[in-house]
């Protein structure tokens, strides 16, 4: 009797409680297998497909831990968001530190790509978080009222989102790295802005999530771009008229909404005022629409955006091979041919190709420090821009680094040596935690 006491209470608690499995993962950091805790949460969130959305936990790091909650307070309310959660155990090893332990980003991220995490393979590929100590997410955070009759494909309103990564009752105010997206959300295939395959585990790229182990924050959102890449259509215009360009007036409007969204929301949580943009390939082209300080008036207007009378200029800039003066594009190139045609498809053309680029903003030396990377063999073209921005840059008397050849091809800088500089960079040019 006192059996089947014990069995109907069990029956009754366990579908109330988290289910828990235990393991080790081979660290690159350390070289050493370290323990691994996975929790499923009562109620599992899931993405569109319906994988788990995750949040890899990394503990008992080496670093300073600034949210000065207790783990498992934060582990709880991530499990009541719905998240799975892997907790990683560093064991106060003094390799867990920055830049070291993007090594251990870079592997995270591939291994969930590839389905082979801790022994989970229904990861959400569009959910899949890294999280420090301490950090806690707001996810999809509406930023930006699409204008669906820029691109002319959506066919409903829709926002543009971020999710922004901060600690969680932090000992300071923080500042945070905005990234764009390089991979495109648009209606009716929204939230995409992280998609493994196509973002953090296509580049091996790490320098934004990799940023708590310097005190700061992180925000990622969505591309200005709300449509597929290689499609859009300017008002009358044939199919994929707009495809692979980005009109500057549009993404300009919703970089500097984003910038706002970030400085509005995240003060809510304790962020800090200093915000730093990062950016690569199409999310660099993004991103140099917030590095000038002379944006044109087309540029300021706010209607759509959040957060309305929040400052939208930045602290620093990150930026990887992108276009920051589409006339400088060959005049035989697609992307040159579809930006003039757009041009003349609006009622000053010559004063719309003057808009294109966030090169064309970069006015004087209080234009925002920028940290500029590239490699020489990557596409003629973004060389052919970076030592453009970089002459205006050293003429006007502006803060610049430039990283070159750190790699091979359309990459990100990925050694220790390389993300050390610029973490360094950035604490340069940002406010320090202190």
């Not at 803060?399 to 800088?413: C, F, N, R, W």
Request: with cysteine; hydrophobic share 35%.
């Amino acid at each position: 009797m006192k059996q089947l006491k014990l069995l109907l209470l069990l029956a009754a608690i366990l579908p109330l409680t988290a289910f828990a499995g235990k393991g080790t993962w081979k660290s690159v950091t350390l070289n050493t297998d370290i323990r691994y805790t996975t929790t499923e949460a009562k109620k599992p969130a899931l993405d569109k497909k319906g994988k788990r959305m995750t949040v890899v936990y990394l503990k008992n790091l080496a670093c300073e831990k600034v949210g000065q909650n207790s783990n498992k307070k934060d582990v709880n309310w991530l499990l009541k968001q719905g998240y799975c959660v892997i907790e990683l155990d560093y064991g106060k090893h003094a390799n867990a530190v920055s830049p070291l332990i993007n090594k251990d980003i870079i592997a995270i991220n591939s291994e969930m790509r590839n389905g082979t995490f801790c022994g989970i393979a229904d990861i959400s590929q569009d959910r899949a978080y890294i999280l420090f100590e301490g950090y806690r997410i707001l996810r999809d955070v509406s930023y930006h009222l699409d204008d669906k009759e820029v691109y002319n494909m959506a066919a409903g309103n829709d926002s543009l989102y971020m999710d922004i990564v901060y600690p969680a009752n932090p000992k300071r105010p923080v500042p945070t790295i905005l990234s764009f997206s390089y991979s495109n959300s648009y209606y009716g295939n929204t939230h995409k802005r992280m998609f493994l395959p196509y973002h953090w585990a296509a580049f091996n790229d790490s320098f934004v999530q990799g940023a708590p182990a310097v005190g700061c924050a992180w925000a990622i959102a969505d591309h200005p771009k709300y449509c597929d890449w290689g499609n859009g259509k300017y008002k009358g215009g044939p199919n994929k008229s707009l495809g692979s360009i980005e009109i500057a007036d549009d993404a300009a409007r919703k970089v500097r909404s984003a910038i706002r969204t970030v400085r509005g929301i995240g003060r809510t949580v304790g962020l800090g005022h200093d915000i730093a943009i990062y950016g690569f390939s199409r999310g660099s082209t993004a991103g140099s629409l917030a590095i000038g300080d002379k944006p044109f008036e087309e540029w300021t207007q706010r209607e759509r955006g959040r957060c309305p009378n929040e400052a939208a200029y930045i602290q620093a800039a990150f930026l990887g091979p992108g276009v920051f003066d589409y006339n400088l594009m060959p005049k035989d190139s697609r992307e040159y041919k579809n930006m003039a045609a757009y041009c003349n498809s609006t009622a000053d053309p010559k004063a719309t190709w003057k808009r294109q680029g966030g090169a064309l903003t970069v006015k004087t030396n209080r234009a925002a420090p920028t940290f500029l990377f590239y490699n020489s063999d990557d596409d003629p073209n973004y060389g052919i821009q970076m030592d453009n921005i970089i002459r205006s840059f050293k003429a006007k008397g502006i803060a610049h680094e430039v990283l070159k050849d750190y790699g091979k091809g359309h990459s990100v800088p990925q050694s220790t040596e390389d993300l050390q500089r610029m973490y360094s960079f950035l604490l340069r040019h940002i406010s320090k935690p202190q």
